[in-house]
């Protein structure tokens, strides 16, 4: 390796230490295989940490109507039917399973009064399905997976950054790295490489992601060759917070609407019950008694309409605020503090319930939610699109690469419910873990040169070199940064139109040509102006994609609006959107049929309608 490069082998090496890779690791170091787990981070930070509100599982455990057949239903409905239905299937039979299996391995779970793991409402699901402890479900699931891990024998690399995937001809052979704390260069050699790296809500301005959310595993399998699917869909959040200006965009979650915490606008209406769409109204209240009581467990009573699909409740709130109908700070109320009407005891009632929530208004707002509403407005949260994944075995297109996660796409089609992504993480890592390591036992390790690795690095470090020629031209990394985030905020948000796409398109040339000369300044060690520019590629690459797919998709669909199209079109129901690398380095979209649904599936639909 050039310059003496540090050098680990693996069999299988896993990008991404969150809810998904742990568990992708957990299950190859199982298979008996060498395995290494990489994180940006420090091991127990991954953004699943943050996750609020609980796993969906069809446990059937508050409401025994519930099983594989509703949540497979309502997952292809939330997501307006372009799912991969493979996914949709395998995600709704295999999640309780998991869900046991997290409970074998140690997890805390709040408990029905005869023991069994409580589950809570969320939006789009037909029954309480979401399996959580408090809301803070994500730090036990990282918790349990971190100790489960651990003991497996698995070697873990924290503050690592991967820059690139090292190939032998098309197959992904291993990782460059780069460890954040010294900047020095690691090589990472596998038979097979599990990328779980990850969301990419980091290119908009507002949004509940972490820092590391900048979707370097979708641009990573991109620039080596992986297929990315569905970019155009990404969710906005209803309710993120949106005052004071330092905690735009944290989240608030939808268990404060299941716990029966209702939106109101500056005059106090709850506008939700104002646009009920035609395929809810079967299972939605018109009555806001009756969705009172459906929060607080009763089987008979519907949804309230604030438990819709998150696209739909943020478009509402969209309208309202347009409408001149918006709270002081641009979004609208969420009030949870008015059960006090219905229950004794409602403000200990809400801290039990929602002990992060009433922290985080206290400490961040200074707002009491047991006695005011709470200001929110839509916040940038998830991709439901990344790169493709086959649905058995979340292989990609190239040899040895591996997706799970969020930067894997295909199970939540349009739009993602709420509570389907931890169980994402933890059904198809434990897939892609176990084909990861299948794939490692049938094969012999690829060859890496030389060359390539020193490209890479050659890469990383340009912008150093232009800082140490700086002159006419250069500029810092984070300006730039903040240009991508207000411009596709702005032009390729919740609400999207031609004009605009094509105008983001043409900044992310732009963009394109003045993070090609950016500068940093300093050594590579603790520099995070560095990490800065290294983002920068990825949060580019993934925008032009987002970009190209939303100006494809002329129709309205699940997470993404077109103003001048803002009907569903029937036609574009049946295809995906297929991303991929040219030979010359250009990005190409080609629409792909979706594979016809197995008629026992289709079945399955029709008798949930
Ligand atoms: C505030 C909040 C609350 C949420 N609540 C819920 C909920 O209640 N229920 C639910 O189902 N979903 C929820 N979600 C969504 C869910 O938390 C995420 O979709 C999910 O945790 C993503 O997990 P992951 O394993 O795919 O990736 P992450 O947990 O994001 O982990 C990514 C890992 O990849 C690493 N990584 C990234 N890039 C690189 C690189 N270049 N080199 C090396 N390592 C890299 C990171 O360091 C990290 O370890 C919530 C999201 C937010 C923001």
Sequence with gaps: MPNNIETHEYD???IGAGGAGLRAAIEASAAGVKVGLICKSLLGKAHTVMAEGGMAAAMGNVDDRDNWRVHFADTMRGGQYVNNWRMAELHAKEAPARVHELEAWGAVFDRTPDGKILQRNFGGHRYPRLAHVGDRTGLELIRTLQDHGIHQGMTVHMEQTVVALLQDGPRVVGALGYDRERGRFRVF?????????????????????????????????????????????IQFHPTGMIWPPSVMGILVTEGVRGEGG????????RFMYDDIPDNYKSQTSTDPEEGWRYTQGDKNAKRPPELLTRDHVARCINREVKAGRGSPHGGVFLDISWIKEKIPNAAEHIKKKLPSMYHQFIQLANLDITKEPMEIGPTTHYAMGGIRVNGDTQATNLPGLFAAGECAAGLHGANRLGGNSLSDLIVFGQR???YAA????????????????AAAQREALEPFNRGAQAGAGTEGPYQVQHDLQVMMQDLVGIVRREDEIVRALD????????????????HCEYNPGWHTAIDLKHLLTISEAIAMAALDRKESRGGHFREDFPDKDPASAKYNAVISKQADGSMKLRREPIPPMPDALKQVIEEMK
């Excluded at 299948?438 to 690795?453: L, M, R």
């Excluded at 040509?513 to 500068?519: D, E, F, L």
Aim: aromatic share 6%; no cysteine; charged share 25%.
């Design 438 to 453: 299948k794939f490692a036992k049938e094969n012999s390790a690829g060859k890496i040169t030389d060359e390539q690795v």
């Design 12 to 14: 299988v090496l896993v």
């Design 262 to 269: 209702v939106l109101r606008n500056k005059d106090g209406k």
């Design 189 to 233: 050699k596998a038979k097979a490489v599990v990328l779980a790296t990850g969301g990419l809500g980091r290119a908009y301005r507002i949004t509940s992601n972490s820092w590391e959310g900048t979707g370097d595993g979708v641009s990573l399998a991109y620039q080596a060759g992986a297929e990315l699917l569905d970019m155009e869909f």
């Design 507 to 522: 900044g992310l040339v732009k963009l394109k040509a003045r993070a090609a000369k950016v500068a940093v300044y300093g």
């Design 432 to 434: 892609a873990g176990e």
